[in-house]
């Protein structure tokens, strides 16, 4: 294994996970390597805007917010990962507190401002007025950047996850780095580890309309699906339900913060109609507000619905809300004196990666934590601010055990071949990838969106299919870029959500079926775990308790 391309950790993904688990790393002595496929600023925890959810508040419990938590998740939570969790949600915080992060104040200055958002039965997300990600990604990317154990690898796209088994090593299957292509230079790179940690965010690009930056693509979970390693409950994408409506708007998202905060939803004519739909009306839980949105729409034939706070003072909106009404202004909309135009856009990927609660994956020596790993927290839909939490919860583990591993075990020295090119040709008609990615995410959006029938998801299924085929043949044969990397990862998400959609047989949470309206009981609530062809139980210490249905997939 050359020295000069191995590294103890390989981080892939520069969000709000990454970034914590290395600098945990690194600051504890552990030399890090860690990779953006962009800069540290395009991942999709720079752009959340509500906060993080934990207890501060005196009148705030650690059991309230498991409760809720279970509550949104509708069945599907894992109570002991929802406690783990939360009970240790404070102590992350706090870590954030000492890197510095600015979070807004109470006006009185004794304590921090804490909002409420839809599913919270209090107020529990701590935030930095409505740019939380952008404020917390600010503070931690500045120290990574001169941080001596960390190498940063910018405008690099991991290809694959290297295993001895690909390589036809002898003994028990375990990742031995990556292969990434470095897009300044168009070459692909070999970077050996003992760990490789996934960080790299969820598969929400898979849509045509997204509240996500374009890199999120479920890079991670196809790797790791093709590493051998199990993905569960990909059926389950929830739709963030108020992105701002416009031409040039693409993924401007308005905050679960502006409803928590008094805002109302109307119909064009004005008319308020989420009480119509929920008890907790605009507080309800997203994939209940994402449903009804949907609903309205079509019985009208409207093409958004309206988001009203113009009834809140115009110096309370500038205070709370300025990044927003600054955004918003410059589409032309003044939120202190009108209502915005708002659609659902795909937001979330609840499922993933398969881990346990220190974020270890199928494989031994991966990890995988945030978005793109499945632990069992968010069940069947996440709780408004419980995302960046997860980051910093599983970050936080998943440092402490690699620290642990990397303590006991020994270093396999056997040799990675490097990349070989030397069967392939320059691509001869790009547009062949840009016509796929298109045709991929109109068919999603269409046939596997916020409600799906059995008929829409085969008919999805069968244009998936006839896109691997192309891709495959695509990858065999010419030199892989950055379009075709991110292609090849979004179909095969592609066909594990619908895989997933099309084995559950009932509606529960963000999964809304007319052909099985009705929701199982929860005694007989299951996952759904795909497990590829290649997944091999080698003892690498995943989920022992993880109940669920094994539906198999290639």
Same mark, same amino acid.
């Given at each position: ?57 005196? %009148? ?24 783990? /969790? /939360? ?16 979070? #807004? ?10 909002? =409420? ?42 290809? %694959? ?30 970077? #050996? ?118 009834? =809140? ?91 642990? %591993? ?21 691509? %001869?008609? =790009? ?21 799906? #029938? ?13 896109? =691997? ?58 996952? #759904? ?26």
């Amino acid at each position: 294994m050359p020295q000069q391309d191995y590294t103890p950790v390989i981080v892939l993904g520069g969000g709000l996970a990454g970034l914590t688990v290395a600098l945990r790393l690194a600051d504890s002595g552990v030399h890090v390597g860690l990779l953006a496929k962009r800069t540290l600023e395009d991942g999709s925890s720079y752009f959340a805007q509500g906060g993080i959810a934990a207890v501060f508040g005196k %009148d705030d419990s650690i059991e309230s917010h498991i409760q809720d938590t279970i509550n949104a998740g509708a069945g599907l939570c894992h109570r002991e990962t929802v406690e783990f /969790v /939360v009970d240790r949600g404070p102590e992350c915080v706090e870590w954030l507190i000492e890197q510095q992060v600015p979070f #807004t104040r109470e006006d009185a200055g004794d304590g921090f401002h804490l909002t =409420q958002e839809g599913g919270h039965s209090h107020r529990r997300v701590i935030h930095v007025t409505d740019a939380t990600g952008q404020a917390v990604m600010q503070t931690l990317e500045e120290k990574v950047r001169r941080h001596p154990n960390i190498r940063l690898f910018e405008q690099h796209i991991a290809v %694959d996850i290297i295993t001895s088994a690909k390589l036809g090593h002898a003994g028990p299957n375990r990742g031995l780095g990556i292969y990434a292509l470095d897009k300044s230079s168009g070459e692909i790179v070999t970077l #050996t580890a003992q760990t490789v940690v996934l960080a790299t965010g969820g598969a929400s690009k898979v849509y045509l309309y997204t509240s996500n930056p374009d890199t999120s693509t479920g890079d991670g979970i196809a790797m790791a699906w093709r590493a051998g390693c199990r993905v569960g409950n990909m059926e389950f994408v929830q739709f963030h339900p108020t992105c701002l409506y416009h031409p040039q708007a693409k993924s401007f998202l308005v905050s679960e913060a502006v409803r928590g905060e008094g805002g109302q939803l109307q119909l064009p004519d004005g008319r308020r109609f989420m009480p119509d739909h929920d008890s907790n009306a605009e507080l309800a839980p997203r994939d209940i507000v994402a449903r009804a949105i949907d609903y309205e729409m079509k019985r009208g034939g409207y093409d958004c619905v309206y988001l009203d706070i113009s009834h =809140q003072p115009a110096d309370f909106i500038r205070s709370h809300f300025p990044n927003i009404l600054k955004r918003c202004a410059e589409y032309g909309f003044d939120m202190t004196t009108e209502p915005l135009p708002v659609v659902p856009a795909a937001h979330y990927t609840c499922g993933g990666v398969v881990t346990d609660l220190n974020g270890h994956a199928d494989l031994a020596g991966l990890y995988a934590i945030g978005e793109c790993a499945f632990t069992g927290l968010h069940g069947a839909n996440r709780l408004a601010s419980n995302s960046l939490l997860e980051c910093l919860v599983f970050a936080t583990a998943a440092s402490e055990q690699i620290q642990r %591993d990397l303590a006991k075990e020994d270093l396999d020295e056997r040799p990675v071949p490097a990349w070989d090119e030397s069967q392939v040709t320059d691509p %001869d008609e =790009q547009i062949v990838v840009t016509h796929n990615w298109d045709e991929l995410r109109r068919a999603m959006w269409d046939y596997v969106g916020i409600v799906r #029938t059995d008929k829409r998801l085969q008919r999805a299924m069968h244009r998936v299919e006839l896109l =691997q085929e192309e891709i495959r043949d695509y990858y065999s044969n010419f030199k892989i870029n950055n379009n075709l990397i991110e292609l090849r990862n979004l179909v095969a998400v592609a066909e594990l959500i619908i895989s997933s959609a099309l084995s559950r047989r009932e509606s529960r949470g963000l999964h809304h079926t007319l052909d099985y309206p009705d929701t199982e009981s929860d005694d007989n609530a299951a996952d #759904t775990v795909m497990v590829p062809a290649n997944f091999s139980d080698n003892g690498s210490g995943t989920v022992a308790s993880l109940t669920g249905t094994a539906t198999g997939a290639q």
